[in-house]
């Protein structure tokens, strides 16, 4: 008997089919445990100790396979051929062996780049022991992004509130962002021209050319910086009379790239089908683990995350055969195609991400796949059998059209496919971008050159200049960031998926367009980074160390040599940073960050204050994290959010206080100055107090009432922030009941309340305009007549009303927070108050006390209450029911004094500890 175990229960389905009877496979479900998040999980004293903790959801599966092995010979663990599934493999054997689950088992490993039939079992023909190198990677690769988290995450708390955290690679990915950003900032705009002609052979033929020599000088992009340069140069072109000076002619050969790795899947993926990396990464693992094809479950893609760029030789062979069948001889090169990685640092020798059988095309498996699955495994078929087949044929021609006296220059350029070769079937998006319906052999570039001949004359038809400007960097997409990464080799082709998504959790980026833009937020932390630990995120920094962690997995150092290197220096500068002052901290983020919040355009200072107009806007800390605010507070008391304002903005910007945002004016009734502004919970308009006068006494609150849904704080204007500073509003009353219905915003959003009935809002209404047909609709709507109740008089003992309502379950009567149902058979029309205030002393006396002394004080509260107006009213037939409640009551407050009181556990201080130093975390 042989217990098999893998990731994911859809590989274990698989992998049976394929092994047969005696073979039990059980999933994983991924790791099994990792690292316990608290501090202390690893220990640099005691040589890098860790400690483990294993999922919940994982001990069942864990559990699950301890059972199987009851009685079984051997353990195959087949996970993911990487650096992970190493691991997993790992975590589980050592949780197996503290069950004592593996005495006398025979555990080996085995791996296969292909969840097909011949990979499987040939996989387990040949199985091999753990790899302790992988795992020794790992677990180096695991305490460090903890260390570094860990350590570096508290001091960016305290220094830096409102931040979330820190972590070893995903800082210097938001480095790349936020620098970016910077260039783009910073990047000043300059014109240029260029003349362009039109000419004509002395066969009629026309052709466009560029002026690239004037007055025999050779033009840069920049010579031509005016309308009045480009003016002079087309003036000059046009006096003079030109003919065909030199011909060159060449032919070049276009090769086809290598099959996808991890990083250039997510960059394809992302540029031609507008995937992201982690929705890509998603569909692969389908892809990989198999797709259910004619009643058998067929892996069609090989391992997703690899940076090998080899393919096996049955699958080269497999690739000609098919090109020389489906395109012919021409197409098929006369060796085949041998590909090598050219990262230096390229781990686990897999192969590249293929199809598993090259004869299942596209056009074959559409029926069982999902539109994007099938878009990303076509698009991997087309790479995979495009980078076997013979290469392009371009003719290149490029003529000079010189002027008589040689003095002005125009060259014109040509390039023709002589044979399309790979590209009749795949272009790289990099190259030669996929026009919207052009066929795969179409070439957006070409461009074919008339006959000409040396001496020849050249008509000129017509010479104009253009204006251009030259434009910033683009912004990173997924595509550019991932191709980034992967040059400056940081990060590793299994992480960066993840690494994307983090920092669009943490919110510091959002994509825009597809590209990433660096919150305000994240522009902190890297300016914090830069300035105070500008070592750890250096991206050669980074990049050494993964080359010491690929070292490790390939055996020619220690991991805890690594980690130690690593730890000594660290930790010495994240003490000092400990020491530092948050003005220290301010002053360096106030220096970085001050060109991008404080931008000049136009005259005048861009940190003088709009409040005061003598203060000097900075960089200050609260609570809720970074914000603006003026040198003169306390007198005062202007501040703006961390958002780049210009000179229009800030001449809006006139208010005072905090979150102020921009004046609307004074409210004509009081003279009270209206503002919009934003807090930590979003937009809301505020009505200044009035001051008391003496000095004496602290002025009201302002009023503030938040934006409705829907409302741009861009737009409102003083109406509209009256209107909402109006809110509540009386609509009007109810037809029926003559009951007032009133609308208002509340900390759910906008409302209707009639009574003690309230209903939120549909997304349509607006709160500010909303009628009383509409408010009625909505009202009844939201609950039956009947369960807004009848009231069938008022208790004996409170003067309260007592209603008969209709729930869920049937009738009920309610006297407070006490409920009652009425007992079957009765009738509801015909119920009294006698009846009632019977029936709701019996409820309470059987209501169980509530935990907690709040909730607890008033049901007891409540108790009493029905008890003595069971007694009073009802007569003996009452008191006695209500005897158990007060005998309840009683031996109740007994049992709870004799409880002693609840002693706080280790956990929950521990907790409670955590919190508070994690606070700035919190987006309230």
């Known amino acids: 008997m042989n217990v098999v175990v893998v990731e994911s229960p859809a590989k274990a389905k698989t992998i049976t089919k394929y092994l047969g009877p005696g073979y ?55 996970t993911d051929p990487d650096r992970e599934g190493e691991a997993i493999s790992w975590h589980v054997c050592e949780l197996l062996q503290q069950k004592k689950a593996l005495a006398g088992i025979d555990v080996k490993r085995v791996v296969f780049n292909s969840i097909t039939r011949g990979a499987i079992l040939d996989a387990f023909s040949q199985p091999r022991a753990l790899n302790e190198e992988l795992v020794a990677a790992y677990l180096a690769r695991r305490a460090l992004d903890y260390l570094v988290g860990f350590t570096l995450s508290p001091v ?97 050969r276009r090769h086809p790239a290598p099959p996808f790795i991890t990083s250039t899947l997510q960059q394809e993926a992302s540029r031609k089908l507008s995937l992201s990396a982690t929705t890509t990464m998603r569909i692969a693992q389908r892809l990989y683990e198999g797709i259910a094809i004619g009643g058998e479950t067929v892996g069609l893609i090989t391992y997703m995350r ?38 230096k640092n390229a781990q686990e020798a897999h192969e590249a991400i293929r199809p598993t059988d090259l004869m299942r095309k596209p056009s074959d498996v559409a029926a069982y796949l999902d539109a994007d699955q099938l878009k990303l495994y076509t698009l991997i078929w087309k790479r995979t059998v495009a980078s076997q087949m013979e290469s392009a044929v371009l003719d290149q021609v490029a003529a000079d059209i010189v002027a008589d006296d040689r003095q002005v220059t125009f060259r014109a350029n040509g390039s023709v496919i002589a044979f399309d070769g790979f590209l009749k079937l795949y272009r790289e998006s990099d190259d030669e971008p996929e026009r919207a319906g052009a066929g795969d052999g179409d070439d957006a570039a070409s461009r074919v050159l008339p006959q000409m001949n040396t001496d020849e004359a050249a008509n000129r038809k017509h010479v104009e200049a253009e204006q251009h400007f030259t434009q910033p960097p683009p912004r990173y997409t997924e595509a550019s960031l991932v191709k980034r990464l992967e040059e400056l080799g940081i990060g590793r082709p299994s992480t960066y998926a993840t690494i994307l998504q983090v920092l669009q959790d943490r919110t510091y980026v959002r994509l825009e367009s597809r590209r990433f833009v660096p919150e305000d937020r994240g522009r902190l932390v890297t300016a914090f980074l830069s300035s105070f630990f500008d070592r750890y995120v250096a991206y050669g920094f980074t990049a050494d160390m993964e080359a010491k962690l690929d070292d490790v997995s390939g055996g020619r150092c220690e991991w805890q040599t690594v980690l130690d290197d690593f730890w000594r220096e660290f930790s010495t500068a994240v003490e000092d940073i400990k020491g530092l002052r948050i003005k220290e901290v301010l002053d360096a983020l106030d220096r970085i960050l001050g060109p991008h919040f404080f931008r000049q355009e136009g005259e005048g200072d861009p940190r003088v204050c709009p409040g005061c107009g003598s203060g000097r806007l900075s960089l200050k800390l609260g609570r809720f994290g970074a914000f603006i605010g003026c040198s003169e507070y306390p007198n005062c008391r202007y501040t703006r959010p961390l958002v780049p304002m210009n000179a229009d903005d800030q001449a809006k910007a006139g208010t005072q206080g905090n979150g102020a945002g921009r ?27 009035a001051d008391s006068g003496d000095g004496k006494e602290k002025a009201a609150k302002p009023k503030r009432v938040s934006l409705a849904a829907g409302v741009d704080p861009e737009t409102v204007d003083l109406d509209q922030a009256l209107a909402h500073l109006a809110l ?47 408010a009625v609709d909505l009202l009844a709507r939201s609950r039956p007549a009947a369960a807004a109740g009848r009231t069938i008089g008022a208790h004996p003992a409170d003067g309260k009303p007592i209603t008969l309502k209709d729930g869920r379950y049937g009738a009920y009567i309610q006297h407070g927070p006490i409920r009652a149902t009425l007992p079957a058979g009765t009738a509801a029309e015909a119920l009294d108050l006698e009846t009632a205030v019977a029936l709701l002393a019996k409820k309470a006396g059987s209501t169980p006390v509530a935990k907690g002394r709040a909730r607890g004080a008033t049901k ?65």
């Open 728 to 774: 509540p509003r009386l609509i009007g009353l109810h037809p029926e009941s003559g009951e007032e219905i009133v609308a208002g915003i509340g900390r759910f959003g906008p409302f209707l309340k009639m009574a003690d009935r309230y209903v939120s809002l549909k997304r349509d209404d607006d709160v500010l305009s909303i009628g009383l047909n509409r």
């Open 156 to 252: 960016l708390w305290r220094k830096l509130p409102g931040s979330r955290s820190a972590g070893r690679v995903q800082s210097v990915a938001l480095r790349l962002i936020c620098e970016r950003e910077t260039e783009i900032e910073t990047f000043r705009q300059q014109e240029y021209w260029t003349v362009k002609g039109l000419f004509e052979t002395v066969r009629g033929e026309t052709f466009p050319a560029q002026l690239t020599h004037l007055d025999s000088r050779k033009l840069d992009k920049m010579a031509l910086g005016d309308k009045a340069a480009a003016e002079a140069a087309v003036a000059a072109a046009n006096a003079r009379t030109y003919t065909v000076g030199k011909v060159e002619r060449k032919q070049t």
């Open 860 to 924: 007891g509260a409540a108790k009493k209450t029905a008890a003595k107006a069971a007694a009073g009213k009802v007569g003996a037939k009452g008191a006695a029911e209500s005897k158990p409640a007060a005998a309840d009551e009683k031996a109740s407050s007994a049992k709870k004094k004799a409880k002693p009181p609840r002693k706080p556990s280790a956990k929950g201080r521990k907790g409670s500890e955590t919190q508070t130093d994690a606070g700035p975390l919190s987006d309230a």
């Open 24 to 78: 039990t496979v059980l999933a994983s479900y991924g790791h099994v445990r990792d690292l316990s998040a608290k501090d202390g999980s690893v220990r640099p004293e005691e040589g890098f100790a860790m400690t483990w903790e294993v999922d919940p959801k994982a001990r069942k599966h864990v559990d699950a396979i301890a059972s199987a092995l009851k009685g079984a010979d051997r353990l195959f663990l087949a």
């Open 306 to 343: 690899t940076d090998g760029v080899q393919m096996a030789a049955d699958a080269i062979q497999g690739c000609r055969a098919l090109i020389e069948n489906d395109f012919g001889q021409r197409y098929l090169p006369a060796q085949p195609r041998i590909y090598k990685t050219k990262a």
């Open 663 to 689: 004046s609307l004016g004074p409210d004509p009734a009081t003279g009270l100055e209206v503002s919009i502004r934003k807090g930590p919970y979003g937009w809301y308009v505020q009505r200044d107090s």
